[in-house]
C-alpha cells in the first residue's frame, strides 16, 4: 500500500481521534495494532484503511490518489484535500 503510518497519524490527528477510537474504526482488537501501522510494523487492509477514512470523513479514493500521485513516501500528504 501507498499508505504510510505517517499518514495514518496524520489522518487521526486532523480528525481529532484516539488511536483506541481508530482501532475500533478498523476492527481490530486493541490499539497496539493500530498504534504499529502508525510506526510502519504492518499495515491495515484495505478494507480496514477504508473504514478508518469514512470514520475520519476522508475520501479514501481521493486519499489513496494523492498517496500514489506523490514522488517520495517521505513527503507529507496535504490530506485536507481528501476531506468529504
Same mark, same amino acid.
Given at each position: 500500500m501507498y499508505i504510510t503510518g505517517s499518514d495514518l497519524r496524520k489522518m487521526r490527528l486532523d480528525a481529532g481521534l484516539t488511536t483506541v477510537k481508530m482501532a475500533k474504526l478498523a476492527n481490530v482488537k486493541t490499539r497496539k495494532t493500530y498504534e504499529n501501522w502508525e510506526k510502519n510494523v504492518g499495515s491495515p487492509s484495505m478494507n480496514q484503511f477504508i473504514a478508518m477514512c469514512v470514520g475520519c470523513n476522508f475520501n479514501? $479514493?481521493?486519499?489513496?490518489?494523492?498517496a500514489i500521485d506523490r514522488q517520495d513516501s517521505t513527503?507529507?500528504?496535504?490530506? $485536507?484535500?481528501?476531506?468529504?
Open positions: 479514501s $479514493s481521493k486519499f489513496v490518489k494523492l513527503e507529507p500528504l496535504n490530506i $485536507s484535500a481528501a476531506r468529504r
